[in-house]
């Protein structure tokens, strides 16, 4: 039998007040190492330009690329000190929960109902810190709608079984 | 499929016929028959390597001569059908046939040159999925095609509004120039001896008669291309009708080629009311119905009303949404929707308006001295333009969905169903923190649509009530 129950809209579960998880605190370091990788080939790029024969003048504008490298390996140095804690997800019963951002901070929702397909991935750098991405997909996205850097390998793989596992029970009861 | 090659090889054929020395009409034979072979063993070994098989539960389609290719297409999977048939098939009592798939962007299913009664007995098949719409009784579905209700009619006058209203004119005025500029280099001379001028001279003509001279050429060419506008309007859209049975919305118009579009309305994302300056003019409205995108730009297989009047709007979304909308006017002009927060209006003009005309006062100044100043004038276009765009926003929750109206000059009104959104995002920057504001995201299936500057606390209640309706849907 059809029934439609008034719903009291101040009761629904919030979804600020739940226990957000940090990302694992290597991503940071992860982060850093990758800096000062691009920054070095950077620098060693800026180096080959003034060997002789090299047709790089000296002067101010030589010195200013040397200037914003370095500002640029600065900040990728810092931010991920202040930026990484700050990204915080949390999964719930029907939904994941992702929160990010220093200056403009977000929160993105994802019910388990709307998941097209997940994976996880991790580059040579991300498996040397033992960390890797989960991406999740709804439907007709171009690229991974969510994706949740600088979890730690075997979290994300609990978090893909456990949403694949959710996805499957939705798609059993749709 | 012969005729389909036949229809593509005439412009080649053309070029070799014209472009070679010698006698037209030997060029004309020998062509002709070289071509005739290459066309038939293509069209015989694309026919022969093409396959198609319509099971139970889905299409196979397989193809290509060199690099094969086989597509699986669940039913269920099914967005929209379409057809288009043009005056060789017409002939041939033939169809191209085009799936529509959820989020799929290239490999879409396609029928080239079938039979006309095949699409029906597809989307008898289609129908029959429980994936799509349970059938009680499947023997009465097969049967007999269910009842189709006119919603809509193009008439002439309609279609000639369209022509006028159309974006293509400004295309057109666009290629104008550079066609002005090559018939200027090109005739110059040739204008300059004839007639016309040497009349004009010799009547001493005076400098306004010049200028009514080049007024009615610039007329002529507006005028021309209206004309060429309308004609293209005439082409698409004649005979332009929307019909609705149980589960589908359906258009079908052209005058050569003749299009079918079909959409299954549970599978509708969003619907998208515009009304455009120039639509404005005519008091009428265009509609887009929205279904699953790809996400790539330009992607777009919308299901589109070219125009419609007012109260065709509220029928249309009434069978689409059915009675989970009814409460919902899709009426841009309706006095239920509540505006943005005027922060709304700050932001921008400091963001997009007074930073940078200080930036370029301040750039130009070595160079231009005082005159940087004009710089600052800067401010009065983007104020204005975010104004009027502020105006424009409003927002409109119910029950059931969501409306969203927007516009600069025109209107756009954004209509979805709260179940229908995949995710939602709330941003907060530094600017609305301090406000207690917020901006709200939400990512429809057929792309996304973005709230700025509400309330924070109201933001994150509709993010909470969302996600109940989502996820109990």
């Given at each position: 039998m059809f029934?439609n129950?008034?719903?009291?809209?101040?009761e629904?579960p919030s979804?600020t007040?739940v226990e957000?998880?940090?990302?694992?605190?290597?991503?940071?370091?992860?982060?850093q190492?990758?800096?000062l990788?691009?920054?070095?080939?950077?620098?060693?790029a800026?180096?080959?330009?003034?060997l002789?024969?090299m047709p790089?003048?000296?002067?101010?504008?030589?010195?200013?690329?040397w200037?914003?490298?370095g500002?640029l390996?600065?900040?990728?140095l810092?931010?991920?000190i202040?930026s990484?804690?700050?990204?915080?997800?949390a999964?719930?019963?029907?939904d994941?929960?992702?929160?990010t951002g220093?200056?403009w901070?977000?929160?993105?929702?994802?019910?388990f109902n709307?998941m097209?397909?997940?994976?996880?991935?991790?580059?040579?750098l991300?498996?040397?810190?033992g960390l890797?991405?989960?991406q999740?997909?709804?439907?007709g996205?171009?690229?991974?709608?969510l994706?949740?850097?600088?979890l730690p390998?075997?979290i994300?793989e609990?978090?893909r079984a456990?949403?694949?596992?959710?996805?499957g029970?939705?798609?059993?009861?749709? | 499929?012969l005729a389909?090659?036949?229809?593509q090889?005439l412009?080649?054929l053309?070029?070799?016929?014209?472009?070679?020395?010698?006698?037209?009409?030997?060029?004309l034979?020998?062509?002709?028959?070289?071509?005739?072979?290459?066309?038939?063993?293509?069209a015989?070994l694309r026919y022969?390597?093409?396959?198609?098989?319509?099971t139970?539960?889905?299409?196979?389609i397989r193809d290509?001569?060199f690099?094969?290719?086989?597509l699986?297409?669940s039913y269920?999977?099914?967005q929209?059908?379409?057809?288009?048939?043009?005056?060789?098939?017409?002939?041939l009592?033939?169809?191209?046939?085009?799936?529509?798939t959820?989020g799929?962007s290239?490999?879409e299913g396609?029928?080239p040159?079938?039979?006309?009664?095949?699409?029906?007995a597809?989307e008898r098949?289609i129908?029959?999925?429980?994936?799509?719409?349970p059938?009680p009784h499947?023997?009465?579905?097969?049967?007999?095609?269910?009842?189709r209700?006119?919603l809509l009619?193009?008439?002439a006058?309609?279609?000639?509004l369209?022509?006028?209203?159309?974006g293509?004119v400004?295309?057109?005025f666009?290629l104008?120039?550079?066609?002005g500029?090559?018939v200027?280099?090109?005739?110059?001379?040739?204008i300059e001896?004839?007639?016309v001028i040497e009349?004009?001279?010799?009547?001493n003509a005076?400098?306004?008669s010049?200028i009514l001279v080049?007024?009615v050429?610039i007329?002529?060419?507006?005028?021309?291309?209206?004309?060429i506008?309308?004609v293209?309007?005439?082409l698409?859209?004649h005979?332009f009708?929307?019909?609705a049975?149980?589960?589908?919305l359906?258009?079908?118009?052209?005058l050569?080629?003749?299009?079918?579009?079909?959409?299954t309305?549970?599978?509708v994302q969003?619907?998208?009311?515009?009304?455009?300056?120039a639509?404005?003019?005519f008091?009428?409205?265009?509609?887009?119905v929205?279904?699953?995108?790809?996400?790539?730009?330009?992607?777009?297989?919308?299901?589109?009303v070219?125009?419609c009047r007012?109260?065709?709007?509220?029928v249309?979304k009434?069978?689409?949404f059915?009675?989970?909308?009814a409460?919902?006017?899709?009426d841009?002009?309706a006095s239920?929707?509540?505006?943005?927060?005027p922060?709304?209006?700050?932001?921008?003009?400091?963001?997009?308006?007074?930073?940078?005309?200080?930036?370029a006062?301040?750039?130009?100044?070595p160079?231009?001295?005082?005159?940087a100043?004009l710089?600052?004038?800067?401010?009065?276009?983007?104020?204005i333009?975010f104004?009027?765009?502020?105006?424009?926003?409003?927002s409109s929750v119910?029950?059931?969905?969501?409306?969203?109206?927007?516009?600069?000059i025109?209107y756009?009104v954004?209509?979805?169903?709260?179940?229908?959104?995949?995710?939602?995002?709330?941003?907060?920057?530094?600017?609305q923190?301090r406000r207690?504001?917020?901006?709200?995201?939400?990512?429809?299936?057929?792309?996304?649509?973005?709230?700025?500057?509400?309330?924070?606390?109201?933001?994150?209640?509709?993010?909470?009530y969302?996600?109940?309706?989502i996820?109990?849907?």
């Amino acid at each position: 039998m059809f029934t439609n129950p008034e719903i009291a809209v101040d009761e629904l579960p919030s979804a600020t007040q739940v226990e957000w998880q940090a990302l694992d605190r290597r991503y940071v370091m992860r982060l850093q190492i990758k800096a000062l990788v691009t920054g070095g080939v950077a620098l060693g790029a800026l180096l080959v330009a003034r060997l002789p024969g090299m047709p790089i003048p000296a002067g101010a504008p030589y010195a200013l690329a040397w200037i914003v490298v370095g500002i640029l390996v600065a900040i990728g140095l810092l931010w991920p000190i202040w930026s990484v804690p700050r990204k915080r997800y949390a999964v719930r019963d029907k939904d994941i929960l992702y929160r990010t951002g220093v200056l403009w901070q977000s929160i993105t929702a994802i019910p388990f109902n709307r998941m097209q397909h997940v994976e996880t991935s991790s580059t040579p750098l991300d498996r040397r810190f033992g960390l890797a991405t989960l991406q999740l997909f709804t439907a007709g996205g171009a690229g991974g709608d969510l994706k949740i850097h600088g979890l730690p390998a075997d979290i994300a793989e609990r978090l893909r079984a456990f949403v694949l596992d959710r996805i499957g029970d939705d798609t059993e009861r749709d | 499929m012969l005729a389909r090659n036949a229809f593509q090889s005439l412009a080649p054929l053309a070029a070799f016929v014209f472009a070679f020395d010698g006698d037209p009409l030997a060029n004309l034979l020998l062509g002709g028959s070289v071509f005739l072979a290459l066309i038939g063993a293509t069209a015989a070994l694309r026919y022969w390597f093409f396959g198609y098989c319509i099971t139970e539960t889905s299409i196979l389609i397989r193809d290509g001569i060199f690099n094969k290719r086989q597509l699986d297409i669940s039913y269920a999977r099914i967005q929209a059908i379409n057809t288009q048939q043009n005056i060789l098939y017409k002939q041939l009592g033939l169809v191209t046939v085009t799936f529509d798939t959820a989020g799929s962007s290239a490999a879409e299913g396609y029928l080239p040159a079938v039979k006309s009664e095949l699409v029906a007995a597809l989307e008898r098949r289609i129908r029959q999925q429980p994936a799509v719409l349970p059938v009680p009784h499947e023997s009465e579905s097969a049967s007999a095609p269910p009842e189709r209700r006119e919603l809509l009619r193009l008439t002439a006058g309609d279609i000639v509004l369209n022509g006028l209203s159309s974006g293509r004119v400004f295309l057109l005025f666009a290629l104008a120039g550079p066609i002005g500029e090559y018939v200027d280099t090109h005739f110059k001379e040739s204008i300059e001896e004839s007639a016309v001028i040497e009349a004009l001279t010799a009547a001493n003509a005076s400098p306004g008669s010049g200028i009514l001279v080049a007024l009615v050429v610039i007329a002529a060419i507006v005028l021309l291309l209206f004309g060429i506008s309308i004609v293209g309007s005439f082409l698409r859209y004649h005979g332009f009708a929307v019909t609705a049975g149980d589960e589908r919305l359906r258009s079908t118009g052209g005058l050569l080629t003749r299009h079918e579009h079909s959409i299954t309305k549970a599978k509708v994302q969003s619907v998208v009311i515009i009304q455009p300056a120039a639509l404005r003019l005519f008091r009428r409205f265009r509609l887009r119905v929205r279904q699953i995108s790809s996400g790539r730009a330009g992607s777009s297989r919308d299901f589109v009303v070219p125009i419609c009047r007012r109260g065709d709007v509220p029928v249309l979304k009434r069978e689409i949404f059915g009675e989970e909308l009814a409460d919902l006017s899709p009426d841009p002009f309706a006095s239920g929707f509540s505006p943005v927060s005027p922060y709304y209006l700050r932001s921008r003009i400091v963001l997009f308006g007074v930073l940078p005309s200080i930036a370029a006062l301040i750039g130009l100044w070595p160079v231009a001295g005082p005159k940087a100043f004009l710089a600052l004038c800067w401010l009065v276009p983007s104020s204005i333009y975010f104004w009027l765009s502020w105006r424009r926003f409003g927002s409109s929750v119910l029950q059931n969905g969501f409306a969203l109206r927007s516009g600069l000059i025109g209107y756009r009104v954004n209509v979805w169903l709260h179940r229908k959104v995949q995710r939602l995002t709330i941003t907060q920057s530094p600017f609305q923190r301090r406000r207690k504001l917020a901006s709200i995201r939400f990512h429809l299936a057929s792309g996304s649509v973005s709230l700025p500057f509400v309330d924070n606390a109201m933001a994150l209640q509709l993010q909470d009530y969302l996600l109940y309706r989502i996820e109990s849907s």
